[in-house]
Every structure is written in C-alpha cells, then in structure tokens.
T-cell receptor, first 113, second 117 residues
Framework: NAGVTQTPKFQVLKTGQSMTLQCAQD?????MYWYRQDPGMGLRLIYY???????DKGEVPNGYNVSRLNKREFSLRLESAAPSQTSVYFC????????????FGDGTRLSIL | AQKITQTQPGMFVQEKEAVTLDCTYD???????LFWYKQPSSGEMIFLIY??????QNATEGRYSLNFQKARKSANLVISASQLGDSAMYFC??????????????FGSGTRLQVQP
C-alpha cells in the first residue's frame, strides 16, 4: 500500500543550487498536486496537474517548475534555490469526483542555506 | 479575505471529552467541498472527513462529525471521546470550482489540539 511516495525525505541545499523533488502515486489518480508548508501555517498550492499532460500554477508558483512525466509521476524542480524556499513540500493525488480527498505523501523537508 | 479561517491556534481537551474545532469559510461558488485533515507530529497528512455544499446531512466518520452550518459558512469538526492519539494539528480545507476544472484545496492555518490525560 505505497500510495503517494516522495523522494527525498530530507535535503539541504546551498543558495543557487538546483534540485528536483520526485513524486509517484500508485492509485491510478488523474490529478496531482504540489504544496508547501511553512512553520505554523497551512499548506499552500504551488502547482497542480488535473490530468496527464496538463499543469497549472497555484498560489505560490514563483521559483518552481513542474513536469507531469506520466500518469504516475509529478516532479517539482527548483532551478535556483533561495532561502525563502526552505519549507516542507507535500505531493498529493486525488481521484475523480468532488468528494474525493487528496492523498498526501509523507513530505520532503528542504533546507536552503 | 481569507478563504478558510481557523480562529483557534491551540486547544486543550481532557481525555474522553468531546471537542469542537472551528472553521469558517468564504466562497461565492455554490458548489464546494470542505475537508478536514489531521497532521500528527510525525508530519503526514491524514484525511478525516468530507462535507459537500449540497449535502443535506452533517457528515460523520466514526468519532468525527462535522457541524455544517451553510448560512453561517461554518464547518466545525467535532471529535467525540478524545483519545491521547488525537493530539495533532488539524486543518480545514476547501475545494471550490470542481466542475470548472479546479481540483486543489485551500487550507486554513490549523488548530493544534492537545489531549490531556
């Protein structure tokens, strides 16, 4: 019962470095999402993909890019990391239907020095 | 304006007692859904309960129920018979515009619940 798998779980970067956060789901869901959670706050949407081949910006997309590689995988890329991007990143997926909850991965804790 | 407002940053409750966590929302979309998630100290997000805007009855899932007052735009989570394992952050979230293509959730800032023995 893997559900949504995120890699890595922890990462430390230097300012200006790039990296890609990986996310894969095995529930055959059409929609996938990337959120960030800053200390003491709720989750904020970075990007989402309603279906394979489509991506859209969320509330806080600046400094990020995404790729919906196939139905299972949705990656998030930081091209030039900044300290303001220090956060916990969550990937989620959901099935069709307005009542379907989003299922979350365990998160990636990212620190940028 | 805040889409989702959770006015209680922290709450204490005695074990075995009931507790209500408040959530108010703001939307002009007639079709929306409200979700509650639990985030324990380990960090994962756990789905608890869902209420649709057209649902006539309040949602219930085991010890969780949702006190949905549509006219007041509130969707409070009620946890009955609190257990020590209920200690966590609780987030209210809203999905608007599902039928116009939006699928993502807007989250509140959360309420930290601590259950005392």
């Amino acid at each position: 019962n893997a559900g949504v798998t995120q890699t890595p779980k922890f990462q430390v970067l230097k300012t200006g470095q790039s990296m890609t956060l990986q996310c894969a789901q095995d529930m055959n869901h059409n929609s996938m999402y990337w959120y960030r959670q800053d200390p003491g706050m709720g989750l904020r949407l970075i990007y989402y993909s309603a279906s394979e081949g489509t991506t859209d910006k969320g509330e806080v997309p600046n400094g990020y890019n995404v790729s919906r590689l196939n139905k299972r995988e949705f990656s998030l890329r930081l091209e030039s990391a900044a300290p303001s991007q220090t956060s916990v990143y969550f990937c989620a997926s959901s099935d069709r239907g307005p009542d379907q909850p989003q299922h979350f991965g365990d998160g990636t804790r990212l620190s940028i020095l | 304006a805040q889409k989702i407002t959770q006015t209680q940053p922290g709450m204490f409750v005695q074990e075995k007692e009931a507790v209500t966590l408040d959530c108010t929302y703001d939307t002009s979309d007639p079709s929306y859904g409200l979700f509650w998630y639990k985030q324990p100290s380990s960090g994962e997000m756990i789905f608890l309960i869902y209420q649709g805007s057209y649902d006539q009855q309040n949602a219930t899932e085991g010890r969780y129920s949702l006190n949905f007052q549509k006219a007041r735009k509130s969707a409070n989570l009620v946890i009955s018979a609190s257990q020590l394992g209920d200690s966590a952050m609780y987030f209210c979230a809203m999905r608007e515009g599902y039928y116009t293509g939006r699928r993502a959730l807007t989250f509140g800032s959360g309420t930290r619940l601590q259950v005392q023995p």
